[in-house]
């Protein structure tokens, strides 16, 4: 539409709009007769995340945003954009309005912009089960997301929350994990509806659970989203985690019986047990002060509930994954612990530690008495 009919538009829009949005049109009169497009452009965002917009979204945006979409912000051109493609009739409408959406803005100045655009692309073709199209789209954002020097926080959370969930979909959960996480780390939780926090928080915690590679939960453990399982059925998934966090073998006995209520978690239930071994195992290593880390295959057996024939394999596993250094006497069946991988402490294991420090200073104290008595007569000369 040119210019100098879009005035009759938003006449028609004003007549045709609910009486709480008519304010909105007479100011979208007033911002574009006087040219102020940034005003224009935060009176438009702000009419469209009202949900009574929904219905004129598409109109707004075909016959007047585009009038001027070169003359305003990129990224709230794109942000208006993907505000309207969610009243495409279908996935399918959605996808040719964004990928015109992103081609619009594919240009040398507005990178940005593009990346915000195409991330939603490829989350229409992660919906329509196109895996191989949704990649190649993220790995074009990855790739101009690298080049940038800074970037606006909503594009980094664009990104890495359709990045995620094309992982979740590929079952990698251990990038399914971090990217989640650092997509959280780019938004107010609060901005997210509860059920979305509730999803979220869950998907997370049976990826950090299942994955192969990821065996400290601490940032999970403390970021505010796990809470959002806490007065839910859920509930258990994180108290699941917790147990796994200081290798509670008690409570994982009990807690397992909800294992079978997450297909995942089912197919991997062998796997979790090794791992709670493992857990237990670290767990044994740091309640005990470093010059008491000559641990035997029995002790350890007693401890982690593994058969004394595969605590070699059980210690090995933890030496090759890091979450320990030492060696092993195969011999005399010791495993010799010099470092133990940090981890996030719950209470008990604080008080733990509280415990060790003051039984260290205890002996410091009395090594100085020690060296004061045998040593009276070099301190007088």
Request: one cysteine or more.
């Amino acid at each position: 539409m040119e210019a100098q009919k879009i005035p009759d538009f938003l006449a028609e829009q004003l007549q045709q709009a609910p009486a709480e949005s008519q304010a909105f049109f007479l100011s979208f009169e007033d911002f574009w007769e006087r040219k102020l497009w940034h005003q224009l452009t935060n009176a438009l965002v702000e009419f469209f995340r009202l949900p009574e917009s929904a219905p004129q979204r598409l109109a707004i945006f075909k016959s007047f945003i585009l009038s001027f979409s070169d003359k305003i912000n990129q990224l709230k051109f794109v942000a208006l954009g993907l505000m309207t493609s969610t009243e495409c009739a279908d996935d399918q409408e959605r996808l040719s309005f964004l990928t015109s959406l992103a081609d619009k803005v594919n240009k040398t100045d507005t990178q940005d912009a593009y990346v915000y655009a195409l991330a939603d692309v490829a989350n229409v073709k992660l919906r329509l089960k196109d895996l191989e199209g949704a990649q190649k789209d993220l790995e074009t954002c990855q790739k101009a997301l690298d080049s940038f020097d800074s970037v606006e926080t909503v594009v980094h959370a664009a990104f890495y929350k359709v990045n995620a969930d094309f992982y979740h979909a590929k079952e990698e959960f251990a990038a399914f994990y971090r990217n989640a996480l650092l997509y959280l780390a780019c938004i107010d939780l609060e901005d997210l509806p509860e059920t979305e926090r509730v999803s979220r928080a869950y998907n997370l915690s049976v990826a950090a659970l299942v994955s192969d590679s990821i065996y400290n939960f601490g940032e999970l453990l403390l970021h505010p989203v796990l809470d959002s399982l806490t007065e839910t059925p859920h509930a258990w998934l994180r108290e699941l985690l917790f147990a796994f966090n200081r290798g509670d073998l008690t409570a994982y006995n009990v807690l397992s019986s909800n294992i079978n209520k997450n297909n995942l978690l089912e197919q991997h239930r062998i796997f979790l047990y090794q791992k709670i071994s493992l857990s237990a195992l670290t767990e044994m290593v740091f309640r005990r002060p470093p010059h008491d880390r000559n641990l035997t295959f029995a002790s350890i057996s007693s401890e982690t509930n593994v058969k004394t024939a595969e605590i070699e394999h059980l210690v090995m596993k933890a030496l090759s994954l890091g979450l320990l250094k030492g060696t092993i006497d195969q011999v005399a069946q010791v495993a010799q612990i010099s470092w133990v991988q940090p981890k996030v402490l719950d209470m008990k294991q604080i008080e733990g530690m509280r415990n060790r420090l003051r039984e260290w200073d205890a002996g410091v104290n009395q090594l100085g008495h020690w060296i004061e008595g045998v040593g009276k007569d070099v301190w007088a000369a």
